[in-house]
């Protein structure tokens, strides 16, 4: 959905999307895995500036990798957003102060008007948590040999220690022929 300047200088542009899973890209890691639902409302706040506020709240559920251990976790987001988008023409002209207080985010926007999906994108990304766990107790992977300790304990900690063993037991046994 475009929601365009003309449309705004006549009236408040409401909407409703449904948003089908996998529309949307995110980046490499985050995959959209879930119907985007949102709703809410665009409206021009200073005509000559052309300011737009985009008010409203998105569910959806998104895959990314754990951090820890890298399988996918499901992660239901559900965000209130509150936007103001300023012409990019206007990021230099210090038109900053203007902006309503209340809003919380400032993003720019190209041409004539602003495309829903880029703003909805944004919004996921900013809800996302800045550590992203399967689970609390994740025991993430093993840097020595990449298995994921969830699901089974290696032995790459007992194999180092045995080997170091088996070159004492090498020295004695060549100690032991010489003498
Ligand atoms: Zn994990
Ligand atoms: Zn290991």
């Known amino acids: 959905m475009f929601i365009t300047l003309q449309e705004l200088q006549q009236r408040n542009v409401r909407f409703k999307v449904d948003i089908p899973s996998g529309e949307i890209e995110f980046d ?14 665009a409206e021009l706040l200073n005509h000559s500036l052309g300011e737009i506020r985009l008010v409203g709240e998105l569910h959806v559920t998104v895959d990314a990798p754990c951090d820890r251990c890298l399988e996918p976790v499901s992660l239901p987001i559900h965000s209130p957003f509150d936007l103001v988008y300023m012409p990019a023409s206007e990021a ?31 919004v996921v990304l900013l809800a996302l948590p800045m550590q992203l766990v399967c689970d609390e107790n994740c025991k993430g992977i093993c840097p020595v040999c990449g298995q994921n300790r969830n699901q089974r304990e290696c032995t790459c900690q007992s194999a180092a220690v045995d080997d170091r063993w088996s070159k004492l037991r090498d020295l004695r046994t060549e100690i032991g022929q010489r003498n």
Do not use: C, F, M, W
Not at 92 to 121: M, P, S, W
């Open 92 to 122: 230099t002209e210090g038109g900053e102060d203007e902006i309503d207080e209340a809003a919380v985010e400032v993003g720019y926007y190209e041409g004539n008007g602003l495309q829903l999906n880029d703003v909805l994108r944004e």
């Open 28 to 41: 490499n890691k985050v995959a959209q895995s879930s119907v985007l639902h949102a709703d809410g409302v």
